[in-house]
Structure formats: structure tokens, C-alpha cells
């Protein structure tokens, strides 16, 4: 690979719109692959940008970084994916989406009778918990729909 074929970590940032420091998270967690210069410089292969296309479009998803990884160590020899690739691999996820949109659009049509429990009708609001009687059902916002529990794009 020849030098031009490599890109700083800044150029990657600005390219991809990926901060420096996600991009070091990537790598600590295997989902991106860097060379060093003599300097100990990280410099990243060109097509890293498409790797992290990738990986953005799946957090969108609501994918983990582990799933992530899981879906890139698919790939022969840790190539970046392919159109045909990202076609098998997000098929898997149109049932989550699914799940999302379903879930987004109960969020949606109940904002107008409450919002984050800001009603005044607690005798008749669905998320009440008077007396913290759900936190038996588990930690989080137990209330929440389920596909939206987890579905903000992270880090981890």
C-alpha cells in the first residue's frame, strides 16, 4: 500500500465526520485497523471510510458495537463490505426496524395525553408507578417500548 493510499486520523475525521477520538474507540475495539508510521502516527487505509459508513448506518439501526463486530468479522479476510454484503447483512435488521417504527409511532400518538409523565391524571396515566412498584420488572424505563429501550446509536 503506498502512502497516498493512507490517511491521518484527521483526514479520516474530516472525511467521515467521525470524531478523532471515536475513531481510536473504533480501533481499541477492533472495528477499525490502523498502521503506524516511524512516528507512531496512526494512518488508515483509504477504504475505512466505507468501513465506517457501515458502521454508522448500523448504529442508525440500533445496532451494538458487538453485533457490529460480529457482522464485520463475517467478512473474509476483515474486508470493508460490499454492496452485496451490506445487502445480506442488513436484511437480518428489517424486523428490528420494523419493531422500531411500531414502536415510535405508539411513542408518537400517546405524546399528546403524556409526555414523560408530565400529565396531571395520574389515576389514568399508563406509566405511573407509584410507590416504585416496577422496579421489580428490571432496571431502565421498563414503560418504554422494548424496541426503543436500546435503539439510540452508542458507543458500547
Not at 442508525?60 to 470493508?80: F, H, K
Request: hydrophobic fraction near 35%.
Amino acid at each position: 500500500m503506498q502512502a497516498t493510499d493512507l490517511l491521518t486520523v484527521g483526514e479520516v475525521s474530516e472525511r467521515s465526520g467521525v470524531a478523532a477520538s471515536a475513531l481510536r474507540y473504533y480501533e481499541a475495539q477492533g472495528l477499525l485497523a490502523a498502521t503506524r508510521t516511524s512516528g507512531n502516527q496512526r494512518r488508515y487505509p483509504r477504504h475505512v471510510l466505507r468501513r465506517l459508513s457501515f458502521i454508522r448506518a448500523a448504529q442508525n439501526v440500533g445496532l451494538s458495537l458487538d453485533e457490529i463486530r460480529s457482522a464485520l468479522a463475517a467478512l473474509p479476510d476483515g474486508r470493508t463490505p460490499t454492496r452485496d454484503d451490506w445487502a445480506r447483512l442488513s436484511r437480518s435488521w428489517h424486523e428490528r426496524l420494523d419493531d422500531q417504527i411500531a414502536a415510535l409511532r405508539k411513542l408518537r400518538d400517546g405524546l399528546e395525553s403524556c409526555i414523560g409523565c408530565g400529565c396531571l391524571s395520574l389515576d389514568r396515566c399508563a406509566i405511573s408507578n407509584p410507590g416504585d412498584i416496577v422496579a421489580g420488572n428490571g432496571p431502565g424505563a421498563v414503560y418504554f417500548p422494548r424496541a426503543l429501550r436500546g435503539a439510540a446509536p452508542h458507543h458500547g
